[in-house]
């Protein structure tokens, strides 16, 4: 990826699995996290609900520039923030 060839310490991604087939999702999210583990912050934009469960810790959902939820772990679907963004 070019964008890791500076070395950064952030890595900001606008839904990097959109449109890929899921076992090449799966690779990309695998790759995210063993870069996470080396010490780089990621922040993703993600509307897919399934990949933020399984990449994404904390989980922060906003809407208008707003915080609506913050939360980690298996609870990292944070139901009000989901209404909210689902509902408007």
């Known amino acids: ?3 890791l060839m500076a070395e950064p310490g952030m890595l ?3 839904e990097p699995m959109a ?3 899921p076992n090449l999702a799966r690779r990309i999210g695998d ?3 063993a870069l996470c583990a ?3 912050t990621i922040l993703m934009v993600e ?3 399934a990949i933020m469960d399984e990449f994404c810790d904390p989980v922060v959902v906003m809407a208008e520039g707003s915080v609506l ?3 980690h772990g298996p609870a990292a679907r944070p139901q009000r ?3 909210a963004y689902l509902v408007g």
């Open 38 to 40: 080396e010490g780089m």
């Open 19 to 21: 449109g890929v087939h």
């Open 12 to 14: 900001l991604l606008d």
């Open 31 to 33: 790759q995210l996290l």
């Open 1 to 3: 990826m070019r964008a």
């Open 47 to 49: 509307h897919e609900l």
């Open 69 to 71: 939820a913050r939360e």
């Open 81 to 83: 923030g989901v209404e």
